[in-house]
């Protein structure tokens, strides 16, 4: 099947700082990706969509000046949380969405675990 | 709004034993349903995906029905071995078909050998 990377698998940042992580289709276009987040013993919740040459939509709740989303081209999409607090501390998925013959399949990442000190 | 619950939330269950995870939605007008397996620091796995037209589906020892009707779905695992200990979470597709999936809380597995 299709897949879908991320970098970095796990970062620990200092307070203030930026982190960028990167979404990767590695055998498909995908014209779509989301960024989902995941809290300790909490189910993923959707952040953004994010469409390739357009802006990325925010679900209700989601700080996009906190959350840039950059989605340059067809196999990749980027996502930078800005000037991270420990409350930012959170595993990142992305997923990515393979047009095929049989209809659309959404691939997920494996993650980033990222720590905010 | 579409909300996703998984019953238990957390089950621990000897090896062998046949067992039943349960996910129910609030709105049946979904485009599809999909249970997924995530082991501790790690991302998802994909472990069967059922149509809304579809009623059940089956890989290896892994069974799971939908009903649409009652907003309701079951994973079926025969024969557990502790390499099925992981977090079982499902998730539902809007029938907007949109692709952002609504996931539910999961449901922590433990098998014991």
């Known amino acids: 099947g299709a897949v879908v990377s991320q970098h970095p698998s796990r970062v620990i940042c200092k307070s203030g700082t930026s982190v960028k992580i990167e979404c990767r289709s590695l055998?498909?276009?995908?014209?779509?990706m989301f960024w989902y987040r995941q809290f300790p013993k909490q189910s993923l919740m959707l952040m953004a969509t994010?469409?390739?040459?357009?802006?990325?939509?925010?679900e209700q709740g989601v700080e996009k000046d906190k959350f840039l989303i950059n989605h340059a081209s067809l196999t990749l999409s980027t996502l930078t949380v800005t000037s991270a607090h420990p409350e930012d501390s959170s595993f990142y998925i992305c997923?990515?969405?393979?047009?095929?013959?049989?209809?659309?399949?959404?691939?997920f990442g494996p993650g980033t675990r990222l720590t905010v000190l | 709004k579409q909300e996703v619950t998984q019953i238990p939330a957390a089950l621990s269950v000897p090896e062998g034993e046949n067992l039943v995870l349960n996910c129910s939605f609030t709105d049946s007008a979904i485009y599809n349903l999909q249970w997924f397996r995530q082991d501790p620091g790690k991302g998802l796995t994909s472990l069967l995906l059922?149509?809304?037209?579809?009623r059940e589906q089956t890989s290896g020892r892994l069974n799971a029905s939908l009903d649409k009707s009652s907003g309701r779905s079951t994973l079926y695992i025969a024969a557990s071995q502790p390499g099925d200990s992981a977090t079982y979470l499902c998730a539902v597709e809007p029938l907007s078909g949109t692709y952002k999936y609504i996931f539910g809380t999961g449901t922590r597995l433990k098998v014991l050998a």
């Open positions: 059922i149509q809304s037209s579809q």
């Open positions: 997923s990515a969405v393979a047009p095929s013959g049989a209809g659309d399949t959404q691939y």
């Open positions: 994010s469409n390739e040459g357009s802006k990325a939509t925010y």
């Open positions: 055998d498909f276009q995908a014209t779509t």
